[in-house]
């Protein structure tokens, strides 16, 4: 399946693109396993949570917290790149990096 759509259409002058691509539930599941293998040896990781829901497949993103140690060297994930092409899709953008300080300071925002 080819992750870039090129289709296009034009209406009245007006040109549209970019459309979404077809996906099922288990292209969702399939990439968080991918994202979690990618970065699970990760130094200093301590949880990865994703947040948010997938109520239109193919149009909705993942979205994922990782959250490192208080006292990691540095906060680093694998690049993108390394992902497949539908699992890039999938994401459309990086995984938010926090500390556990910062993350305990998100719950005031989001007490899930």
């Not at 599941?29 to 040896?41: F, G, H, P, Y």
Request: some cysteine; aromatic content about 16%; hydrophobic content about 40%.
């Amino acid at each position: 399946m080819n992750f870039k759509n090129q289709k296009t259409i034009e209406v009245d002058g007006w040109r549209a693109y970019d459309f979404p691509i077809e996906c099922k539930e288990a292209d969702y599941d399939e990439a968080r396993v991918e994202i979690i293998n990618q970065i699970r040896n990760t130094l200093g990781l301590v949880a990865l949570f994703e947040y948010g829901y997938i109520p239109y497949p193919g149009i909705s993103d993942m979205d994922f917290w990782a959250v490192f140690s208080d006292d990691a060297e540095k906060m680093g994930l694998p690049a993108r790149p390394a992902l497949s092409p539908k699992t890039r899709y999938l994401m459309s953008h990086q995984i938010t990096l926090f500390t556990e300080k910062h993350y305990r300071k998100m719950l005031y925002f989001d007490p899930w």
